[in-house]
């Protein structure tokens, strides 16, 4: 069990830096493979709804708060940011409009706590994503190539059937097929090493991506890293001020600063500057520090 957890806490670091030497050596192969972050996404998504009891969904004033927060915060930011900076505008956007991360249940579960008013903010969550991307990713994008209905019509045909498809063969595996959701269910740790890859390709992708441009200075990537910093920080501590008026601490804060950065990313290079991806892959290194740093202090007070 101990080999097991170090072997798990050393998979992101060494995704990370395998993905950056991974651009910088083949980065043809890394864009082609990338073409894959879709089909992962779906498949992560459908293990972590395997969790998910229907019957157990519930919206709780703490759920519309921190939803609030993410959709509404997200786009009345950019909007005041946008003629400021564009590119940070863009990068405080995606930061928080960028849905939960599915393995945020398993940090919950780590740190002691119940998980079902996760599941629900989890899954109102992505229900709300696939439904406002088409509307606020054209728009924080900024693009004047393609018109705004197009645009969004183009966003909603990716986005909706990534999220959607998931929740509907769950519910029909739940109804017809027990043992391969029961299978699901019992083996979620299937989804972090899909994460794994995922985050090795996108990685990849930002390493390519920054490599391939002289023109993107040092000083742009330390500002996007520390926006992130930023973004990161006051989510987390949102995040448990709400959950803790609401007798959800560990559910709050896993909402609203764990997210899920392979979705985001593949957003960020198909509708915004690209190079908001950069800031991404930071946010990734903190959540994951911050993450790593509650775990272990729970496990040493356990102990």
């Not at 083949?26 to 082609?32: E, I, K, S």
């Not at 998504?45 to 703490?62: A, K, P």
């Not at 439904?131 to 045909?157: D, K, T, W, Y």
Request: aromatic letters at 12%.
């Amino acid at each position: 069990m101990l080999m097991a957890k170090k072997l798990k806490s050393a998979v992101m670091p060494t995704a990370m830096i395998a993905g950056v030497l991974t651009g910088f050596l083949f980065p043809n192969t890394v864009l082609a493979a990338n073409k894959s972050i879709p089909w992962i996404i779906g498949i992560m998504l459908l293990i972590s709804y395997s969790r998910m009891s229907f019957n157990s969904i519930r919206i709780s004033r703490m759920i519309v708060i921190l939803l609030a927060i993410e959709f509404a915060g997200s786009t009345l930011l950019f909007i005041a940011l946008k003629n400021w900076n564009l590119l940070l505008a863009q990068q405080i956007f995606i930061c928080l409009f960028c849905p939960v991360a599915i393995s945020a249940p398993v940090i919950v579960s780590m740190l002691g706590s119940k998980i079902e008013a996760l599941v629900s903010f989890t899954l109102f969550s992505y229900l709300l994503t696939a439904l406002l991307a088409p509307f606020l990713l054209p728009f924080a994008g900024g693009s004047s190539e393609v018109p705004f209905l197009e645009s969004s019509f183009r966003i909603g045909s990716q986005i909706l059937p990534l999220i959607l498809i998931p929740l509907i063969i769950n519910f029909i595996m739940e109804k017809f097929l027990f043992r391969a959701h029961s299978y699901l269910k019992n083996n979620q740790e299937l989804s972090f090493w899909l994460w794994s890859i995922a985050l090795f390709l996108v990685i990849g992708k930002s390493a390519s991506y920054v490599l391939s441009r002289p023109g993107s200075t040092l000083e742009t990537v330390i500002s996007l890293a520390v926006v992130s910093l930023i973004m990161c920080l006051a989510q987390f501590a949102v995040g448990h001020i709400i959950g803790t008026l609401h007798n959800e601490p560990v559910a709050g804060t896993q909402g609203m600063g764990q997210k899920n950065i392979a979705l985001a990313m593949w957003m960020s290079f198909a509708y915004l500057n690209p190079m908001t991806s950069v800031g991404l892959a930071t946010y990734s290194i903190w959540q994951n520090i911050i993450n790593s740093t509650q775990v272990y202090i729970k496990f040493k007070r356990s102990e």
